[in-house]
């Protein structure tokens, strides 16, 4: 009886120092040197995982505790240092454990892995030019001290937040959501919105027919208050006169410094106690005039 084509294919059969699979025919110590080779390869990729794993541990464990050290670093200078090492670990990791597995396996394939490895080469040749770009760029923007995680920043036409900075690449949330990652080679122009303080200014109107000089009395009290009840603010507001006069109303400007980051925070709370405080004060606001002019 004539066997089938599949179950011809799935025959396996020993003699000798050979297995035969169907047609093909493997000898036993090669199939022992493949075993071996897939054996090694997983043993270096979980020494990798735990390489990166431990060193990131450790990185952290610095990056929280070197406030007690003798010479240490603010918080944010800390975190871009921590998540440069985390980089730099990582991809060093990645290339020793990737070339020590070429070594294993290359012995192993012959022509044919010379020729993998030969336009593997090609490849890196054409794209060293610009990691090793994005690597020293990124050194500078380090030294430099451009900007550092949490930092608020634009970049060309993208404005967030820096999530992590790494050897290659800085990653930026803006305040959709959206997270922009751009090569540390491509940044030339950086805007760092985090440096010193932000100005804060509140426009205030009030109607024509108030007395103008108390109103600008009550709002320099008010704000001697609120700069000695919030730490964030670095310089105090104060009332830097009118600034328009228009129909029924007057503009009076209160203008102060805040720590950055906060500044949308403490405008807000300035303006909300000065409303509240001018209603308190039966201080009248501009309403709104229709006129029906009858005839046009």
Not at 103 to 110: A, E, H, L, N, R
Not at 223 to 235: M, V, W
Request: hydrophobic fraction near 45%; charged fraction near 25%; charge should be positive.
């Amino acid at each position: 009886m004539k066997e089938s084509g599949v179950f011809s294919f799935l025959k396996v059969s020993m003699y000798g120092d050979n297995i035969s699979i169907g047609k093909l025919s493997i000898s036993t110590q090669a199939m022992y040197n493949f075993v071996w080779i897939i054996i090694k390869v997983i043993f270096i990729l979980i020494v990798m995982y735990l390489i990166v794993k431990l060193g990131n541990k450790i990185i952290n464990r610095y990056v929280s505790r070197q406030k007690n050290f003798r010479i240490s670093l603010n918080d944010k200078r800390a975190k871009t240092i921590g998540a440069i090492l985390k980089s730099v670990l990582r991809y060093s990791v990645y290339f020793f454990g990737i070339f020590t597995i070429i070594t294993v396996i290359s012995p192993k394939v012959g022509v044919t892995g010379l020729t993998f490895a030969g336009i593997g080469g090609v490849a890196v040749g054409l794209g060293a030019q610009s990691i090793i770009k994005d690597i020293i760029n990124g050194f500078f923007i380090l030294f430099e001290d451009q900007f550092s995680v949490g930092d608020y920043i634009s970049i060309d036409d993208k404005s967030g937040i820096v999530e992590s900075m790494e050897l290659r690449v800085t990653k930026i949330r803006d305040f959709n959501g959206d997270l922009h990652i751009i090569p540390n080679g491509l940044i030339s122009k950086v805007t760092n919105h985090s440096k010193g303080s932000i100005r804060i200014t509140v426009d205030v109107e009030v109607s024509y027919d108030e007395d103008i000089q108390k109103v600008i009395e009550i709002m320099t009290q008010l704000c001697e208050d609120f700069a000695k009840e919030n730490s964030s603010i670095t310089q105090a507001p104060t009332v830097q006169g009118i600034t328009n006069i228009k129909d029924n109303r007057v503009t009076i400007r209160v203008a102060g410094k805040a720590k950055a980051m906060t500044q949308w925070d403490m405008e807000m709370k300035l303006r909300r106690e000065i409303g509240e405080t001018l209603k308190k004060e039966n201080i009248k606001t501009p309403y709104l005039v229709i006129k029906n002019l009858k005839g046009e």
